[in-house]
Protein backbone atom coordinates (compact mmCIF):
# COMPACT_ATOMS: atom_id res chain seq x y z
CA UNK A 1 0.00 0.00 0.00
CA UNK A 2 1.06 3.82 -0.90
CA UNK A 3 1.48 4.88 2.65
CA UNK A 4 -0.29 8.80 2.21
CA UNK A 5 1.59 9.66 5.27
CA UNK A 6 4.49 9.38 3.29
CA UNK A 7 3.16 12.94 1.56
CA UNK A 8 2.79 14.81 4.93
CA UNK A 9 4.68 18.58 4.31
CA UNK A 10 3.59 18.49 0.71
CA UNK A 11 1.01 19.82 -0.56
CA UNK A 12 -1.22 17.38 -1.41
CA UNK A 13 -4.26 17.00 -3.92
CA UNK A 14 -6.98 14.63 -3.59
CA UNK A 15 -10.41 13.63 -5.83
CA UNK A 16 -13.03 13.09 -2.85
CA UNK A 17 -15.37 9.83 -4.38
CA UNK A 18 -18.95 9.19 -2.73
CA UNK A 19 -21.79 7.06 -3.64
CA UNK A 20 -25.61 7.56 -4.56
CA UNK A 21 -27.44 4.38 -3.45
CA UNK A 22 -30.80 3.64 -2.38
CA UNK A 23 -30.12 4.58 1.13
CA UNK A 24 -28.45 7.48 0.68
CA UNK A 25 -29.81 10.06 -2.42
CA UNK A 26 -27.91 12.72 -4.10
CA UNK A 27 -28.35 15.43 -1.50
CA UNK A 28 -26.93 13.36 1.27
CA UNK A 29 -24.13 12.08 -0.71
CA UNK A 30 -23.19 15.78 -1.54
CA UNK A 31 -23.58 16.79 2.29
CA UNK A 32 -21.25 14.18 3.26
CA UNK A 33 -18.76 14.88 0.58
CA UNK A 34 -18.96 18.72 2.21
CA UNK A 35 -18.10 17.42 5.16
CA UNK A 36 -15.79 15.41 3.67
CA UNK A 37 -13.97 18.12 1.77
CA UNK A 38 -13.62 19.56 4.85
CA UNK A 39 -11.99 17.12 7.10
CA UNK A 40 -9.37 17.11 4.12
CA UNK A 41 -8.83 20.86 4.36
CA UNK A 42 -8.06 19.89 7.91
CA UNK A 43 -5.62 17.80 7.40
CA UNK A 44 -3.92 19.68 4.52
CA UNK A 45 -5.58 17.62 1.79
CA UNK A 46 -6.82 20.59 -1.35
CA UNK A 47 -9.94 18.94 -2.81
CA UNK A 48 -9.60 19.27 -6.98
CA UNK A 49 -13.01 17.31 -7.58
CA UNK A 50 -15.44 15.08 -6.69
CA UNK A 51 -16.72 12.30 -8.41
CA UNK A 52 -19.91 10.40 -7.66
CA UNK A 53 -21.37 7.09 -8.48
CA UNK A 54 -24.77 5.64 -8.71
CA UNK A 55 -25.07 2.20 -7.46
CA UNK A 56 -27.77 0.12 -5.46
CA UNK A 57 -24.63 -0.79 -3.26
CA UNK A 58 -20.86 -0.48 -3.59
CA UNK A 59 -18.69 -3.18 -5.56
CA UNK A 60 -17.42 -5.76 -4.10
CA UNK A 61 -13.66 -5.23 -5.93
CA UNK A 62 -13.59 -1.56 -6.79
CA UNK A 63 -16.45 0.20 -4.54
CA UNK A 64 -17.32 2.34 -7.56
CA UNK A 65 -17.50 -0.37 -10.22
CA UNK A 66 -14.20 -0.51 -13.18
CA UNK A 67 -16.08 1.79 -15.50
CA UNK A 68 -16.16 4.88 -12.78
CA UNK A 69 -12.35 3.93 -11.41
CA UNK A 70 -11.14 4.33 -15.40
CA UNK A 71 -12.54 7.57 -15.19
CA UNK A 72 -11.10 8.63 -12.03
CA UNK A 73 -7.92 7.26 -12.97
CA UNK A 74 -7.69 9.05 -16.60
CA UNK A 75 -8.75 12.19 -14.50
CA UNK A 76 -5.97 11.78 -11.76
CA UNK A 77 -3.43 11.01 -14.16
CA UNK A 78 -4.29 14.28 -16.38
CA UNK A 79 -4.76 16.63 -12.95
CA UNK A 80 -1.92 15.46 -10.95
CA UNK A 81 -3.74 14.38 -8.15
CA UNK A 82 -1.73 12.79 -5.73
CA UNK A 83 -4.44 10.85 -3.81
CA UNK A 84 -8.01 9.24 -3.74
CA UNK A 85 -9.99 9.90 -0.63
CA UNK A 86 -13.59 7.58 -0.27
CA UNK A 87 -16.51 8.73 1.96
CA UNK A 88 -17.25 4.98 3.52
CA UNK A 89 -14.52 2.63 4.93
CA UNK A 90 -13.29 0.22 2.35
CA UNK A 91 -12.89 -3.53 2.81
CA UNK A 92 -8.91 -4.85 2.59
CA UNK A 93 -9.99 -6.04 -0.83
CA UNK A 94 -11.46 -2.92 -2.16
CA UNK A 95 -8.39 -1.04 -1.04
CA UNK A 96 -5.58 -3.14 -2.47
CA UNK A 97 -7.56 -3.50 -5.93
CA UNK A 98 -8.47 0.41 -5.71
CA UNK A 99 -4.23 1.14 -5.46
CA UNK A 100 -3.15 -1.36 -7.88
CA UNK A 101 -5.54 0.26 -10.71
CA UNK A 102 -4.78 3.91 -9.53
CA UNK A 103 -0.72 3.73 -8.64
CA UNK A 104 -2.10 6.43 -5.97
CA UNK A 105 -2.60 6.34 -2.19
CA UNK A 106 -6.06 5.69 -1.78
CA UNK A 107 -7.75 6.55 1.84
CA UNK A 108 -11.28 6.04 3.21
CA UNK A 109 -13.14 8.03 5.87
CA UNK A 110 -11.90 6.57 8.81
CA UNK A 111 -8.34 6.05 7.55
CA UNK A 112 -8.71 10.10 7.30
CA UNK A 113 -9.88 10.89 10.53
CA UNK A 114 -7.31 8.54 12.34
CA UNK A 115 -4.80 10.83 10.39
CA UNK A 116 -6.58 14.00 11.83
CA UNK A 117 -7.02 12.77 15.14
CA UNK A 118 -2.87 11.45 15.31
CA UNK A 119 -2.03 15.22 14.16
CA UNK A 120 -4.35 16.70 16.89
CA UNK A 121 -3.38 14.43 19.86
CA UNK A 122 -0.95 16.42 22.09
CA UNK A 123 -1.04 14.46 25.97
CA UNK A 124 0.46 10.72 25.70
CA UNK A 125 -3.23 9.80 26.97
CA UNK A 126 -4.36 10.90 23.41
CA UNK A 127 -1.59 9.62 21.67
CA UNK A 128 -1.74 6.31 23.00
CA UNK A 129 -5.57 5.75 22.15
CA UNK A 130 -5.08 6.99 19.22
CA UNK A 131 -1.93 4.73 17.73
CA UNK A 132 -4.15 1.85 18.87
CA UNK A 133 -6.85 3.09 16.93
CA UNK A 134 -4.88 3.10 13.82
CA UNK A 135 -2.86 -0.33 15.09
CA UNK A 136 -6.50 -1.72 15.17
CA UNK A 137 -7.34 -0.12 11.83
CA UNK A 138 -4.05 -1.45 10.27
CA UNK A 139 -4.10 -4.81 10.94
CA UNK A 140 -6.69 -6.61 8.73
CA UNK A 141 -4.93 -4.66 5.92
CA UNK A 142 -1.57 -5.38 6.58
CA UNK A 143 -0.68 -7.04 3.94
CA UNK A 144 -1.63 -4.19 2.08
CA UNK A 145 0.34 -1.83 3.75
CA UNK A 146 3.60 -3.71 3.48
CA UNK A 147 3.39 -4.29 -0.77
CA UNK A 148 7.34 -4.12 -0.22
CA UNK A 149 7.18 -7.52 1.46
CA UNK A 150 5.80 -8.91 -2.16
CA UNK A 151 9.81 -8.63 -3.57
CA UNK A 152 10.51 -11.06 -0.71
CA UNK A 153 7.87 -14.32 -0.97
CA UNK A 154 9.59 -17.94 -1.93
CA UNK A 155 7.98 -17.86 -5.27
CA UNK A 156 4.49 -17.81 -7.37
CA UNK A 157 1.71 -19.59 -5.47
CA UNK A 158 3.53 -20.45 -2.34
CA UNK A 159 3.32 -19.43 1.47
CA UNK A 160 6.06 -20.60 2.98
CA UNK A 161 8.54 -17.85 1.45
CA UNK A 162 10.28 -15.11 3.27
CA UNK A 163 7.85 -12.29 2.82
CA UNK A 164 5.03 -14.64 3.65
CA UNK A 165 7.67 -14.90 6.95
CA UNK A 166 8.04 -11.41 7.31
CA UNK A 167 4.44 -10.47 7.04
CA UNK A 168 3.38 -12.93 9.90
CA UNK A 169 6.26 -11.14 12.02
CA UNK A 170 4.92 -8.00 11.48
CA UNK A 171 1.17 -9.34 12.41
CA UNK A 172 2.58 -10.40 15.80
CA UNK A 173 4.79 -7.53 16.65
CA UNK A 174 1.52 -5.06 16.17
CA UNK A 175 -0.92 -7.54 17.83
CA UNK A 176 1.93 -7.15 20.83
CA UNK A 177 2.35 -3.61 20.35
CA UNK A 178 -2.33 -3.68 20.55
CA UNK A 179 -1.96 -5.56 24.01
CA UNK A 180 0.67 -3.33 25.69
CA UNK A 181 -1.54 0.13 24.58
CA UNK A 182 -4.41 -2.06 25.64
CA UNK A 183 -2.61 -2.74 29.00
CA UNK A 184 -1.08 1.31 29.31
CA UNK A 185 -4.84 2.57 28.83
CA UNK A 186 -6.32 0.08 31.04
CA UNK A 187 -3.56 1.70 33.73
CA UNK A 188 -4.55 5.08 32.69
CA UNK A 189 -8.09 4.46 32.95
CA UNK A 190 -7.64 3.58 36.78
CA UNK A 191 -5.86 6.58 37.54
CA UNK A 192 -8.66 8.70 35.50
CA UNK A 193 -11.24 7.13 37.31
CA UNK A 194 -9.91 7.92 40.95
CA UNK A 195 -9.25 11.43 39.50
CA UNK A 196 -12.91 12.12 38.81
CA UNK A 197 -13.64 10.08 42.77
CA UNK A 198 -11.33 12.73 43.68
CA UNK A 199 -13.37 15.66 42.96
CA UNK A 200 -15.66 15.52 45.64
CA UNK A 201 -19.57 14.62 45.20
CA UNK A 202 -19.70 18.04 43.07
CA UNK A 203 -22.29 18.07 40.39
CA UNK A 204 -20.55 16.86 36.91
CA UNK A 205 -21.62 18.39 33.71
CA UNK A 206 -20.64 17.58 30.37
CA UNK A 207 -21.02 19.58 27.34
CA UNK A 208 -21.13 17.18 24.10
CA UNK A 209 -21.98 17.90 20.22
CA UNK A 210 -20.87 17.81 16.46
CA UNK A 211 -17.67 18.62 15.98
CA UNK A 212 -16.69 22.53 14.94
CA UNK A 213 -20.15 23.35 16.81
CA UNK A 214 -18.67 25.89 19.46
CA UNK A 215 -17.92 23.84 22.63
CA UNK A 216 -14.62 24.56 23.53
CA UNK A 217 -16.02 28.74 23.00
CA UNK A 218 -19.03 27.76 25.09
CA UNK A 219 -16.31 26.58 27.54
CA UNK A 220 -14.66 29.24 28.01
CA UNK A 221 -17.06 31.79 28.12
CA UNK A 222 -19.28 29.42 31.12
CA UNK A 223 -16.06 28.79 32.95
CA UNK A 224 -14.33 32.49 32.49
CA UNK A 225 -11.12 30.72 31.12
CA UNK A 226 -9.64 29.96 28.00
CA UNK A 227 -10.01 27.00 26.30
CA UNK A 228 -8.10 25.92 23.41
CA UNK A 229 -11.05 26.73 20.31
CA UNK A 230 -10.35 26.41 16.40
CA UNK A 231 -12.38 26.68 13.22
CA UNK A 232 -11.73 22.92 12.42
CA UNK A 233 -12.70 19.51 12.74
CA UNK A 234 -11.47 17.68 16.36
CA UNK A 235 -9.40 20.92 17.83
CA UNK A 236 -9.50 19.32 20.76
CA UNK A 237 -9.21 15.31 21.72
CA UNK A 238 -8.16 15.53 25.03
CA UNK A 239 -11.12 16.20 28.31
CA UNK A 240 -10.75 19.80 29.45
CA UNK A 241 -12.68 20.05 32.75
CA UNK A 242 -12.98 23.17 34.79
CA UNK A 243 -14.92 24.35 38.11
CA UNK A 244 -17.77 26.95 37.55
CA UNK A 245 -19.64 28.64 39.96
CA UNK A 246 -23.03 30.32 38.92
CA UNK A 247 -24.11 32.57 41.84
CA UNK A 248 -23.04 30.88 44.91
CA UNK A 249 -23.57 27.27 43.43
CA UNK A 250 -20.36 25.16 42.08
CA UNK A 251 -20.12 22.43 39.71
CA UNK A 252 -17.69 20.95 37.60
CA UNK A 253 -17.76 21.27 33.43
CA UNK A 254 -15.74 18.99 31.39
CA UNK A 255 -15.81 19.09 27.24
CA UNK A 256 -14.69 16.41 25.21
CA UNK A 257 -13.77 15.35 21.61
CA UNK A 258 -16.66 15.90 19.30
CA UNK A 259 -18.90 13.19 17.35
CA UNK A 260 -19.03 12.98 13.41
CA UNK A 261 -20.74 11.03 11.20
CA UNK A 262 -19.30 7.65 10.57
CA UNK A 263 -16.90 7.46 13.27
CA UNK A 264 -14.90 5.02 13.28
CA UNK A 265 -15.31 2.21 15.85
CA UNK A 266 -11.46 1.83 16.72
CA UNK A 267 -11.93 5.28 18.05
CA UNK A 268 -14.90 5.18 20.26
CA UNK A 269 -13.14 1.68 21.35
CA UNK A 270 -9.64 3.24 22.28
CA UNK A 271 -11.41 6.52 23.47
CA UNK A 272 -13.52 4.86 26.21
CA UNK A 273 -11.83 6.27 29.13
CA UNK A 274 -12.22 10.01 27.30
CA UNK A 275 -15.89 9.39 26.66
CA UNK A 276 -16.73 8.53 30.40
CA UNK A 277 -16.36 12.21 31.06
CA UNK A 278 -19.54 11.98 29.54
CA UNK A 279 -21.31 8.47 30.59
CA UNK A 280 -21.04 9.85 34.27
CA UNK A 281 -22.51 13.30 34.02
CA UNK A 282 -24.72 14.23 35.78
CA UNK A 283 -26.18 16.73 32.71
CA UNK A 284 -25.24 17.44 29.72
CA UNK A 285 -25.33 20.35 27.38
CA UNK A 286 -25.93 19.05 23.84
CA UNK A 287 -24.45 21.82 21.72
CA UNK A 288 -25.89 22.34 18.01
CA UNK A 289 -24.83 24.67 15.62
CA UNK A 290 -28.03 26.16 14.16
CA UNK A 291 -25.89 28.22 11.05
CA UNK A 292 -25.13 25.07 9.61
CA UNK A 293 -27.50 23.49 6.73
CA UNK A 294 -27.91 20.17 7.92
CA UNK A 295 -27.65 20.84 11.87
CA UNK A 296 -30.83 18.72 12.57
CA UNK A 297 -28.64 15.32 10.62
CA UNK A 298 -26.36 16.41 13.09
CA UNK A 299 -28.28 16.76 16.11
CA UNK A 300 -29.12 13.22 15.39
CA UNK A 301 -25.98 12.00 15.07
CA UNK A 302 -25.07 13.02 17.95
CA UNK A 303 -28.12 11.47 20.11
CA UNK A 304 -27.30 7.89 17.94
CA UNK A 305 -23.64 8.12 19.29
CA UNK A 306 -24.91 9.24 22.84
CA UNK A 307 -26.72 6.06 23.17
CA UNK A 308 -24.17 4.24 21.80
CA UNK A 309 -22.42 4.86 24.28
CA UNK A 310 -24.45 4.32 27.11
CA UNK A 311 -25.45 7.88 27.83
CA UNK A 312 -28.55 8.06 26.13
CA UNK A 313 -30.71 8.49 29.16
CA UNK A 314 -28.66 11.73 30.77
CA UNK A 315 -30.38 14.91 31.23
CA UNK A 316 -30.20 16.76 28.68
CA UNK A 317 -30.36 21.26 27.68
CA UNK A 318 -29.98 21.16 24.07
CA UNK A 319 -28.17 24.99 23.18
CA UNK A 320 -28.75 25.88 19.79
CA UNK A 321 -25.65 27.81 19.08
CA UNK A 322 -24.28 30.42 16.39
CA UNK A 323 -27.31 32.34 16.42
CA UNK A 324 -25.67 34.75 15.03
CA UNK A 325 -24.80 33.53 12.00
CA UNK A 326 -27.67 32.00 10.60
CA UNK A 327 -29.45 33.24 7.69
CA UNK A 328 -32.23 31.13 6.56
CA UNK A 329 -32.69 30.63 2.62
CA UNK A 330 -34.88 32.13 0.30
CA UNK A 331 -38.16 30.85 0.06
CA UNK A 332 -40.69 32.29 -2.71
CA UNK A 333 -43.88 32.54 -1.15
CA UNK A 334 -45.58 31.88 -4.26
CA UNK A 335 -43.97 28.31 -4.03
CA UNK A 336 -46.97 25.84 -3.38
CA UNK A 337 -44.10 23.11 -1.78
CA UNK A 338 -43.68 23.26 1.71
CA UNK A 339 -40.80 25.19 3.22
CA UNK A 340 -37.37 23.24 3.88
CA UNK A 341 -35.66 23.35 7.04
CA UNK A 342 -33.45 25.77 6.35
CA UNK A 343 -35.76 28.55 4.70
CA UNK A 344 -37.07 28.72 8.42
CA UNK A 345 -36.41 32.09 10.21
CA UNK A 346 -34.80 31.76 13.39
CA UNK A 347 -38.34 32.90 15.76
CA UNK A 348 -40.06 29.54 13.23
CA UNK A 349 -37.26 27.46 14.24
CA UNK A 350 -37.24 28.13 18.03
CA UNK A 351 -41.45 27.62 18.12
CA UNK A 352 -40.36 24.15 16.15
CA UNK A 353 -37.81 23.07 18.07
CA UNK A 354 -39.22 24.10 21.49
CA UNK A 355 -42.53 22.15 20.83
CA UNK A 356 -40.39 18.97 19.49
CA UNK A 357 -38.76 18.81 22.88
CA UNK A 358 -40.11 15.58 25.08
CA UNK A 359 -38.26 15.95 28.31
CA UNK A 360 -35.61 18.16 27.16
CA UNK A 361 -34.99 21.92 27.47
CA UNK A 362 -33.56 24.10 24.58
CA UNK A 363 -32.18 27.56 24.50
CA UNK A 364 -30.82 29.82 21.82
CA UNK A 365 -27.39 31.60 22.31
CA UNK A 366 -24.54 32.71 20.30
CA UNK A 367 -21.51 31.89 22.43
CA UNK A 368 -19.08 34.10 20.26
CA UNK A 369 -20.91 37.67 20.62
CA UNK A 370 -22.55 36.34 24.10
CA UNK A 371 -26.00 36.30 22.94
CA UNK A 372 -28.40 35.36 25.69
CA UNK A 373 -25.59 33.74 27.60
CA UNK A 374 -26.93 34.91 30.67
CA UNK A 375 -30.47 33.28 29.86
CA UNK A 376 -28.22 29.83 29.77
CA UNK A 377 -26.48 30.48 32.93
CA UNK A 378 -30.18 31.19 34.64
CA UNK A 379 -31.05 27.82 32.95
CA UNK A 380 -28.15 26.19 33.99
CA UNK A 381 -28.06 27.30 37.64
CA UNK A 382 -31.42 26.17 38.02
CA UNK A 383 -31.03 22.54 36.83
CA UNK A 384 -27.62 21.89 38.55
CA UNK A 385 -29.52 23.49 41.39
CA UNK A 386 -32.73 20.59 41.52
CA UNK A 387 -29.64 18.08 40.87
CA UNK A 388 -27.79 19.26 44.23
CA UNK A 389 -31.05 19.42 46.51
CA UNK A 390 -31.47 16.14 45.23
CA UNK A 391 -28.24 14.66 46.57
CA UNK A 392 -28.05 16.71 49.86
CA UNK A 393 -31.67 17.17 50.50
CA UNK A 394 -30.39 18.06 54.00
CA UNK A 395 -28.04 21.25 52.93
CA UNK A 396 -28.07 24.65 54.41
CA UNK A 397 -30.84 26.34 52.81
CA UNK A 398 -28.26 29.62 53.02
CA UNK A 399 -26.46 27.81 49.98
CA UNK A 400 -29.28 28.67 47.29
CA UNK A 401 -30.91 32.36 46.73
CA UNK A 402 -34.23 32.68 45.46
CA UNK A 403 -33.13 33.54 42.49
CA UNK A 404 -30.46 33.44 39.92
CA UNK A 405 -27.74 35.75 40.90
CA UNK A 406 -24.99 36.57 38.41
CA UNK A 407 -21.48 35.90 39.59
Request: net charge neutral; charged share 30%.
Amino acid sequence: MIDPLELKGKAEKAVLVGLITDEQDAEQAREYLDELEFLATTADIATLKRFTQRMAKPDGRSYIGSGKLEEVRQWMEAHGADCIIFDDELTPAQQRNLEKALGKPVLDRPRLILDIFARRARTAHAKKQVELAQYEYMLPRLTKLWTHLERQRGGTGTRGGAGEKEIETDRRLIRDRIALLKGQLKDIDKQMATQRGNRGKLVRVAVVGYTNVGKSTLMTVLSKSAVFAENKLFATLDTTVRKVVLGNLPFLLSDTVGFIRKLPHQLIESFKSTLDETREADLLLHVVDISHHNFEEQYETVKQTLNEIGAGDKPVIVIFNKIDAYRPAHHDPDDLAPKRVEQYTLEELKATWIARMTGEECIFISAADRTNIDGLRKLLYERVKALHIARYPYENDLLFKDEYLES
